[in-house]
């Protein structure tokens, strides 16, 4: 996935295999009592598992029907800013990811289950796809009776178009794993103009031997491929809908609901598609009749209208903006409100990135970890309602994650250990009063944060100088290769359970560049190898050499200090049913969602 | 009149296009990149390259500011279609035609500033016209004590404290929303109601004090205390002469405050969930989308002048002197 840019700003496949929801209690929320429901991370381990590819069988529809679910009615959705985009090629972030779950459908899909275990199972195609050639072909076939909001048949020729039209100019904010994998990191000069002049890949890249058939070739195994074409970016765009930029305003719908009304900055309203055939899907429900999108209604406001839960916020959600933190006390105090909340964890590990050009000596970096209050920096994000101390760089979403894994001692000493630190920098013969460039994003928790981070290094010597950077631009300042900052918090996410999706735009030294997310420059050769090693694995064959690379980046290289892992927690009306955490989107579940009394 | 009439639209349009090239330079003097504030996700080097061709930001910044300026007269030609002039460009984050997006919010921020004004002028001036008749009686304490209360307050302090007790507490109202009067009349009223009434009790309080302080000193005036000398009836000089000469104050303040709500009334907007012009042109800055900002500013400037210059005009009736001169 990507870096956290804001709070709206998340990611959209944000698949936890590990069982989030067992772990978080979220969707039996009894309301009793204020205490976080979270169940222990010690739980973790033994539930997370690599995702598993589902067959024709498990990818056959309709969905099963959720307990008590009724027909009719509209969901009022708030959001705090427009949708990102609604053309599946620019489809990166989660608003959208929800939205693209009501109306696009993709090859495949994540199917959860009902102790949050994530399936792929196949969406347009019958099944999650089958490889061949040790993992370099993949081919899947076409269900029948998948038709566009118009009533035309999707073909393997609309899948193709929806490969092809990722390569055109016009698109540039969606995932580009495919194209990648297909044509090389200049994917664009495969197909310049995509396929709108006539081109196409040729046919030992991607094939359509029939109408039904679609077969992708790689120049090496892609175990990943079924959970990279789940991702809202890779949803079918028909080509005969295709109306390239004009389509991010208009898509046409495969999903069980389509665009009715879209005014950009105010409203999105949603009604019933009914060419989708419930037969076709083994994920999605079409309880309600619609779905009324406010995005103009910001956090403060979204939880003022939920917890007062009067008139048309009955019938109200989140979409994915979480409680304002200011009300999260009103929230989890009150079991009346507190039983209307779902929460978890998010998929994003805050930590303090090094520039390792600028910061050389690992005792420094040592040094400033064990510093590092995260209690502290927790608690300038919404307290444990926000975020839960980490030990290391991989996420409670991850399969494989440890609870235990603590190198530096930060579960033990959440408010840093000065003592250890001091000795690290004695060490390595670092002078008090040395000048260390902090960079922070200036958004309320940037600046709260700042604060912690200053003090925190003023008690062992360092003098920061705090640099303060337009939230907007943040990540592309400290993305560029020859930042002048010496360290700057980060986050990080998935973009489908795996950790191939954090490793490797994080910590893959050969990934270094302008703008990439290897924020901290990081580029150790046994990291490097371990990382194209794992990338050939079936998913529960790389999980080992995942973990071995994520020992070797925390304990041996330390590029990035891990702060906390960061929750969520969101609230929705009381008429509103099913509402449960999704520990694929890490929000209300909008597959599920209906309305008591419609 | 006539002449008076072209001379001010002739600067109007100078100052117009002078605003325009302030805007449009001030934000290049920024030292920052617009594609790269586009690009999301995948902000790679080659990706940043695409949007800065896609949103025309590869030209130089003159032919940026010409493009733009000839869009307004002749129209523009973008991917996403013709923009007929007046065409401010199209927005680097929504990809809709400036033009089509105030013209999408000004119905909200006109019914806002409309509603309000109508609400905020019958009270305001009543109030204090009252208050200036009744002259240091009762009435004219609690007037005045009440209107130094109440403009002290804020928009965004009074209107969540009214939507916590009519909204979420009582649940006697919906929060506020905006239906077009030509969709629903009812639903329109009632969706503004609470907007207006806040707004309106600041601007009375303002408006009341105002009222009231000119009205007294224009009784004072000596073409006043001579009317009554003369034998007129008090309340025929109050109207006919004091009245009449409280306006052009009066008159000024309301083209000022007119200009500032139809370019749109921020606080308002944003206390209440509302999407008008004021929400458009905060968040188009705060996003650095430039055609937006331009064009918000260029609207919002459209409508200062045209009120001054009706300002000009309604002095020259309300006083002969302005007519003479």
Same mark, same amino acid.
């Given at each position: 996935?990507? *870096?956290?840019?804001?709070?709206?700003?998340?990611?959209?496949?944000?698949?936890?295999?590990?069982?989030?929801?067992?772990?978080?209690?979220?969707?039996?929320?009894?309301?009793?009592?204020?205490?976080?429901?979270?169940?222990?991370?010690?739980?973790?381990?033994?539930?997370?598992?690599?995702?598993?590819?589902?067959?024709?069988?498990?990818?056959?529809?309709?969905?099963?029907?959720?307990?008590?679910?009724?027909?009719?009615?509209?969901?009022?959705?708030?959001?705090?800013?427009?949708?990102?985009?609604?053309?599946?090629?620019?489809?990166?972030?989660?608003?959208?990811?929800?939205?693209?779950?009501?109306?696009?459908?993709?090859?495949?899909?994540?199917?959860?289950?009902?102790?949050?275990?994530?399936?792929?199972?196949?969406?347009?195609?019958?099944?999650?796809?089958?490889? #061949?050639?040790?993992?370099?072909?993949?081919?899947?076939?076409?269900?029948?009776?998948?038709?566009?909001?118009?009533?035309?048949?999707?073909? #393997?020729?609309?899948?193709?178009?929806?490969?092809?039209?990722?390569?055109?100019?016009?698109?540039?904010?969606?995932?580009?794993?495919?194209?990648?994998?297909?044509?090389?990191?200049?994917?664009?000069?495969?197909? !310049?103009?995509?396929?709108?002049?006539?081109?196409?890949?040729?046919?030992?890249?991607?094939?359509?031997?029939?109408?039904?058939?679609?077969?992708?070739?790689?120049?090496?195994?892609?175990?990943?491929?079924?959970?990279?074409?789940?991702?809202?970016?890779? #949803?079918?765009?028909?080509?005969? $809908?295709?109306?390239?930029?004009?389509?991010?305003?208009?898509?046409?719908?495969?999903? *069980?609901?389509?665009?009715?009304?879209?005014?950009?900055?105010?409203?999105?309203?949603?009604?019933?598609?009914?060419?989708?055939?419930?037969?076709?899907?083994?994920?999605?429900?079409?309880?309600?009749?619609?779905?009324?999108?406010?995005?103009?209604?910001?956090?403060?406001?979204?939880?003022?209208?939920?917890?007062?839960?009067?008139?048309?916020?009955?019938?109200?959600?989140?979409?994915?903006? #979480?409680?304002?933190?200011?009300?999260?006390?009103?929230?989890?105090?009150?079991?009346?409100?507190?039983?209307?909340?779902?929460?978890?964890?998010?998929?994003?590990?805050?930590?303090?990135?090094?520039?390792?050009?600028?910061?050389?000596?690992?005792?420094?970096?040592?040094?400033?970890?064990?510093?590092?209050?995260?209690?502290?920096?927790?608690?300038?994000?919404?307290?444990?309602?926000?975020?839960?101390?980490?030990?290391?760089?991989?996420?409670?979403?991850?399969?494989?994650?440890?609870?235990?894994?603590?190198?530096?001692?930060?579960?033990?000493?959440?408010?840093?250990?000065?003592?250890?630190?001091?000795?690290?920098?004695?060490?390595?013969?670092?002078?008090?009063?040395?000048?260390?460039?902090?960079?922070?994003?200036?958004?309320?928790?940037?600046?709260?944060?700042?604060?912690?981070?200053?003090?925190?290094?003023?008690?062992?010597?360092?003098?920061?100088?705090?640099?303060?950077?337009?939230?907007?631009?943040?990540?592309? $300042?400290?993305?560029?290769?020859?930042?002048?900052?010496?360290?700057?918090?980060?986050?990080?996410?998935?973009?489908?359970?795996?950790?191939?999706?954090?490793?490797?735009?994080?910590?893959?030294?050969?990934?270094?560049?302008?703008?990439?997310?290897?924020?901290?420059?990081?580029?150790? !050769?046994?990291?490097?190898?371990?990382?194209?090693?794992?990338?050939?694995?079936?998913?529960?064959?790389?999980?080992?050499?995942?973990?071995?690379?994520?020992?070797?980046?925390?304990?041996?290289?330390?590029?990035?200090?891990?702060?906390?892992?960061?929750?969520?927690?969101?609230?929705?009306?009381?008429?509103?049913?099913?509402?449960?955490?999704?520990?694929?989107?890490?929000?209300?579940?909008?597959?599920?969602?209906?309305?008591?009394?419609? | 009149?006539?002449?008076?009439?072209?001379?001010?639209?002739?600067?109007?349009?100078?100052?117009?296009?002078?605003?325009?090239?302030?805007?449009?330079?001030?934000?290049?003097?920024?030292?920052?990149?617009?594609?790269?504030?586009?690009?999301?996700?995948?902000?790679?080097?080659?990706?940043?390259?695409?949007?800065?061709?896609?949103?025309?930001?590869?030209?130089?910044?003159?032919?940026?500011? %010409?493009?733009?300026?000839?869009?307004?007269?002749?129209?523009?030609?973008?991917?996403?279609?013709?923009?007929?002039?007046?065409?401010?460009?199209?927005? &680097?984050?929504?990809?809709?035609?400036? %033009?089509?997006?105030?013209?999408?919010?000004?119905?909200?921020?006109?019914?806002?500033?409309?509603?309000?004004?109508?609400?905020?002028?019958?009270?305001?001036?009543?109030?204090?016209?009252?208050?200036?008749?009744?002259?240091?009686?009762?009435?004219?304490?609690?007037?005045?004590?009440?209107?130094?209360?109440?403009?002290? &307050?804020?928009?965004?302090?009074?209107?969540?404290?009214?939507?916590?007790?009519?909204?979420?507490?009582?649940?006697?109202?919906?929060?506020?929303?905006?239906?077009?009067?030509?969709?629903?009349?009812?639903?329109? &009223?009632?969706?503004?109601?609470?907007? %207006?009434?806040?707004?309106?009790?600041?601007?009375?309080?303002?408006?009341?004090?105002?009222?009231?302080?000119?009205?007294?000193?224009?009784?004072?005036?000596?073409?006043?205390?001579?009317?009554?000398?003369?034998?007129?009836?008090?309340?025929?000089?109050?109207?006919?002469?004091?009245?009449?000469?409280?306006?052009?104050?009066?008159?000024?303040?309301?083209?000022?405050?007119?200009?500032?709500?139809?370019?749109?009334?921020?606080?308002?907007?944003?206390?209440?969930?509302?999407?008008?012009?004021?929400?458009?042109?905060?968040?188009?800055?705060?996003?650095?989308?430039?055609?937006?900002?331009?064009?918000?500013?260029?609207?919002?400037?459209?409508?200062?002048?045209?009120?001054?210059?009706?300002?000009?005009?309604?002095?020259? &009736?309300?006083?002969?002197?302005?007519?003479?001169?």
């Amino acid at each position: 996935m990507k *870096p956290i840019r804001s709070r709206s700003v998340r990611a959209i496949a944000i698949a936890a295999v590990a069982g989030s929801l067992a772990l978080t209690g979220c969707s039996s929320n009894s309301g009793k009592e204020g205490k976080d429901q979270s169940k222990s991370k010690d739980d973790a381990a033994q539930q997370s598992k690599p995702v598993e590819y589902g067959d024709a069988k498990a990818s056959t529809g309709p969905a099963a029907p959720v307990a008590g679910a009724k027909p009719g009615g509209t969901i009022n959705v708030y959001m705090q800013s427009d949708m990102s985009h609604m053309d599946p090629g620019q489809i990166y972030v989660s608003d959208a990811g929800q939205f693209s779950n009501l109306v696009h459908r993709g090859l495949t899909n994540f199917q959860e289950d009902e102790n949050g275990n994530l399936t792929v199972v196949g969406d347009v195609a019958t099944d999650s796809g089958q490889s #061949s050639d040790g993992g370099k072909t993949w081919t899947f076939k076409l269900k029948d009776g998948i038709k566009d909001e118009d009533g035309n048949v999707i073909t #393997s020729k609309d899948v193709r178009h929806t490969i092809e039209r990722q390569y055109a100019k016009f698109i540039f904010d969606g995932p580009t794993y495919v194209q990648t994998w297909l044509s090389g990191a200049d994917y664009r000069k495969a197909l !310049p103009d995509g396929p709108y002049k006539g081109k196409h890949l040729p046919d030992s890249v991607l094939e359509t031997p029939d109408d039904k058939t679609v077969v992708f070739h790689f120049d090496q195994p892609r175990p990943d491929l079924p959970q990279a074409l789940a991702m809202a970016g890779y #949803s079918i765009v028909p080509e005969k $809908q295709d109306t390239k930029e004009k389509y991010d305003k208009a898509p046409a719908a495969l999903g *069980p609901y389509k665009v009715a009304d879209y005014k950009a900055g105010k409203s999105l309203k949603l009604v019933k598609n009914d060419q989708w055939d419930p037969k076709t899907d083994v994920v999605r429900h079409q309880y309600v009749d619609g779905y009324d999108f406010t995005t103009t209604i910001d956090q403060t406001s979204q939880t003022k209208r939920l917890i007062a839960d009067q008139g048309e916020a009955k019938n109200a959600i989140q979409w994915t903006d #979480s409680v304002d933190p200011a009300q999260i006390q009103d929230v989890v105090t009150d079991p009346a409100v507190n039983k209307r909340t779902i929460k978890g964890y998010q998929p994003y590990v805050w930590q303090m990135s090094f520039n390792l050009d600028k910061i050389k000596d690992k005792k420094i970096r040592d040094a400033i970890t064990y510093a590092i209050p995260s209690q502290a920096m927790i608690q300038a994000d919404g307290g444990k309602y926000g975020g839960e101390l980490a030990g290391g760089l991989f996420a409670p979403t991850l399969p494989g994650f440890d609870p235990k894994y603590d190198p530096y001692g930060k579960l033990k000493k959440p408010n840093g250990d000065i003592a250890k630190a001091k000795e690290l920098l004695q060490e390595a013969g670092v002078k008090d009063g040395t000048k260390l460039t902090y960079a922070y994003s200036n958004s309320p928790r940037g600046q709260a944060q700042q604060v912690i981070i200053k003090d925190a290094l003023a008690k062992i010597g360092f003098d920061v100088q705090a640099k303060e950077i337009d939230r907007a631009t943040f990540y592309e $300042q400290i993305g560029k290769l020859d930042n002048p900052y010496d360290l700057y918090m980060t986050g990080w996410g998935q973009d489908w359970p795996s950790q191939s999706t954090v490793v490797t735009p994080v910590y893959d030294g050969e990934q270094i560049a302008d703008g990439s997310p290897n924020y901290s420059h990081i580029n150790d !050769p046994q990291v490097n190898k371990l990382i194209k090693e794992a990338l050939k694995l079936e998913p529960a064959e790389a999980a080992a050499k995942w973990e071995e690379a994520h020992h070797r980046i925390v304990e041996e290289i330390n590029p990035a200090a891990p702060v906390y892992y960061s929750k969520q927690i969101q609230l929705f009306g009381s008429n509103i049913g099913g509402a449960k955490y999704s520990t694929e989107s890490s929000y209300i579940d909008i597959d599920d969602v209906f309305l008591k009394q419609p | 009149m006539l002449q008076f009439l072209i001379r001010r639209l002739i600067g109007a349009v100078v100052i117009m296009f002078l605003i325009g090239a302030f805007t449009f330079f001030l934000f290049y003097a920024v030292p920052q990149d617009f594609a790269a504030l586009s690009c999301g996700k995948n902000c790679s080097p080659e990706n940043i390259a695409v949007i800065r061709e896609n949103l025309g930001l590869d030209q130089p910044i003159t032919t940026q500011f %010409w493009n733009f300026m000839v869009g307004i007269v002749a129209g523009r030609d973008f991917a996403v279609g013709h923009c007929p002039a007046p065409c401010l460009g199209v927005s &680097f984050k929504t990809g809709d035609f400036v %033009w089509e997006s105030i013209m999408d919010r000004f119905p909200l921020t006109l019914s806002l500033t409309i509603g309000g004004l109508i609400i905020f002028l019958l009270f305001g001036l009543g109030t204090g016209m009252l208050a200036a008749w009744k002259r240091g009686t009762v009435v004219d304490k609690i007037a005045s004590g009440a209107s130094i209360v109440l403009s002290s &307050f804020q928009i965004y302090l009074l209107g969540p404290i009214v939507l916590g007790i009519l909204v979420y507490q009582t649940g006697w109202m919906e929060n506020p929303k905006y239906v077009p009067f030509t969709e629903d009349p009812a639903a329109w &009223f009632i969706g503004l109601l609470i907007p %207006w009434v806040v707004m309106a009790t600041i601007f009375t309080a303002q408006y009341t004090r105002m009222a009231r302080s000119t009205m007294i000193e224009q009784l004072q005036e000596e073409h006043v205390r001579t009317a009554r000398a003369k034998g007129m009836s008090r309340k025929y000089v109050f109207f006919r002469y004091a009245w009449r000469g409280s306006l052009i104050p009066i008159v000024t303040i309301i083209g000022m405050d007119l200009s500032s709500l139809l370019a749109g009334g921020v606080v308002t907007e944003f206390t209440f969930d509302l999407a008008g012009l004021g929400r458009l042109a905060v968040e188009s800055s705060v996003t650095k989308d430039l055609p937006l900002t331009m064009g918000a500013m260029l609207f919002g400037a459209f409508f200062i002048l045209i009120l001054n210059i009706l300002v000009d005009i309604a002095y020259a &009736f309300i006083d002969p002197r302005v007519r003479l001169s």
